[in-house]
């Protein structure tokens, strides 16, 4: 079950409108690295996962990851409200106005749409969890990338804040691999999947 | 720390700093459980309850975030940090300080929340209050305007 609560996890209040900036910023909503991509995988490989503190860790990191999704749709709302003729026809924004105006769609700033293709779901806890943590990561160079491009104080303080999440969630993957692992109480940690052979 | 000589694990192990452990397993350290903390201002201006964790990148500017004394404010802040040692205690259940700090979290929210929906309207949908059906106001949390409280 999902409740909404009416606010963000983080104040996002963006003064300058700047379009081609929101079409950078757009990749962390529906790019490979993206929110919607983390929120979904976290949420779907828990169904699979064979110890309580791993469901745990997968359902409130997941659904964490949508509040951030939230946040980054903020941003590129924030950004792109009030445009003059002359602001959309901006490089890098009038290939995203043509498809969608000023709405926010799940796309990475690279024009694919998202896809389920950018994540997996393997029913195995160490592969999952692996991936996780490699996730976490390319989603930190991705806001390390915004950092490098965004030249707006507003939106570089969202997008810190957004970074040092991945970092932390890194952090509660890896201890949450060394707990499957503790679990598991053998040497050859592959020798059965504990989510399949019972 | 020092690095334990390889040589000495069993063959099914490798040298990790302190001690062996399985060759072909990733490993993070486990965060020890008296970690030092930020209150649940800076936590929320920071982006972890945990100093340890604070591994900010250069191009990014040190946090300017002017949230204070809102009522808006207050409950991020408090929800920030409910979320932070929700996570923590995930994978440290048996940390009993981290869980007391935990409730006290959670009680100071449910207040900050009150003082919140008195000032601006429902946080949720059933939050419903004498002056008619208020969820549907603007801002929602998205516009401009939501940041402002």
């Known amino acids: 079950m999902f409740i909404y609560e009416k606010r963000l996890q983080y104040p996002v209040k963006i003064k300058n409108p700047n379009p081609k900036l929101a079409a950078a910023i757009i990749s962390q909503y529906g790019g490979p690295d993206g929110e919607l991509g983390a929120s979904l995988r976290y949420l779907s490989q828990r169904f699979?996962?064979?110890?309580?503190?791993?469901?745990?860790?997968?359902?409130?990191?997941?659904t964490e990851e949508l509040g951030h999704l939230e946040m980054i749709g903020a941003i590129v709302h924030q950004l792109t409200r009030n445009?003059?003729?002359?602001?959309?026809?901006?490089?890098?924004?009038?290939?995203?106005?043509?498809?969608?105006?000023?709405?926010?769609?799940?796309?990475?700033?690279?024009?694919?749409?998202?896809s389920a293709a950018t994540m997996q779901v393997t029913g195995d806890m160490i592969a999952d969890l692996t991936e996780d943590l490699a996730a976490e990561q390319k989603a930190r160079v991705t806001y390390d990338n915004i950092l490098r491009?965004?030249?707006?104080?507003?939106?570089?303080?969202?997008?810190?804040?957004?970074?040092?999440?991945?970092?932390?969630?890194?952090?509660?993957?890896?201890?949450?691999?060394?707990?499957?692992?503790?679990?598991?109480?053998?040497?050859n940690v592959y020798f059965v999947n504990p989510s399949f052979d019972k | 720390?020092?690095?334990?000589?390889?040589?000495?694990?069993?063959?099914?192990?490798?040298?990790?700093?302190?001690?062996?452990?399985?060759?072909?397993?990733?490993?993070?350290?486990?965060?020890?459980?008296?970690?030092?903390?930020?209150?649940?201002?800076?936590?929320?201006?920071?982006?972890?309850?945990?100093?340890?964790?604070?591994?900010?990148?250069?191009?990014?500017?040190?946090?300017?975030?002017?949230?204070?004394?809102?009522?808006?404010?207050?409950?991020?802040?408090?929800?920030?940090?409910?979320?932070?040692l929700g996570l923590y205690l995930d994978t440290h259940q048996n940390d009993k300080e981290a869980l007391a700090l935990y409730t006290d979290y959670v009680s100071l929210a449910k207040e900050g929340k009150k003082r919140y929906e008195a000032a601006y309207g429902p946080l949720q949908q059933t939050s419903v209050t004498t002056a008619g059906y208020t969820w549907l106001n603007n801002p929602w949390p998205w516009e401009l305007e939501g940041g402002n409280r």
Request: with cysteine; net charge negative.
């Open chain 1, 48 to 62: 699979s996962m064979p110890y309580p503190e791993l469901k745990g860790l997968l359902t409130d990191i997941g």
């Open chain 1, 83 to 114: 445009l003059t003729d002359e602001q959309i026809r901006t490089a890098g924004f009038d290939a995203y106005f043509v498809d969608h105006t000023t709405g926010v769609y799940p796309t990475a700033a690279s024009g694919a749409p998202w």
């Open chain 1, 149 to 187: 491009l965004s030249d707006d104080p507003d939106v570089s303080d969202a997008i810190r804040f957004l970074r040092e999440r991945e970092i932390v969630h890194f952090q509660r993957f890896g201890e949450g691999l060394r707990l499957a692992k503790d679990r598991l109480g053998q040497k």
């Open chain 2, 1 to 84: 720390m020092e690095n334990t000589n390889p040589n000495a694990c069993s063959a099914m192990e490798g040298g990790l700093p302190g001690k062996c452990a399985n060759l072909a397993f990733p490993y993070i350290a486990m965060q020890g459980m008296n970690a030092e903390r930020y209150d649940q201002a800076q936590a929320l201006a920071a982006g972890t309850l945990f100093p340890g964790l604070n591994l900010p990148f250069f191009k990014a500017v040190k946090s300017k975030m002017n949230c204070d004394n809102t009522a808006l404010c207050e409950l991020m802040a408090l929800s920030f940090a409910i979320t932070e």
